[in-house]
């Protein structure tokens, strides 16, 4: 039984231990690396804006969402003359 134990706790299992918690901490790092860098390089593509209609439009390039029907209506949303004022002279699209 001495023999056994000897056999489970020695060095070499000890060590086998430690080199699986080296390979567990190098793929954590990998799978953090995988994730974070198309993720940082892919913050271009949300600076685009949003065509929705029932043929394929590339939006304005001002404009955050452009919508585009010969058979469906829009309704904005309402603003009083002080929120339009606030919008300054900027012309968007």
Known sequence: MN???NKISGPSFKRWISDIG???VRLRIILCMVILIPAIGSTSL???GVGISEIAITPE???ILELRST???FLAPRMTTAQRIALGSTTPA
């Open 3 to 5: 023999i056994m134990q």
């Open 22 to 24: 080296l390979i567990l």
């Open 46 to 48: 949300f600076a685009q």
């Open 61 to 63: 390039s001002s404009s």
């Open 71 to 73: 058979v469906r209506g």
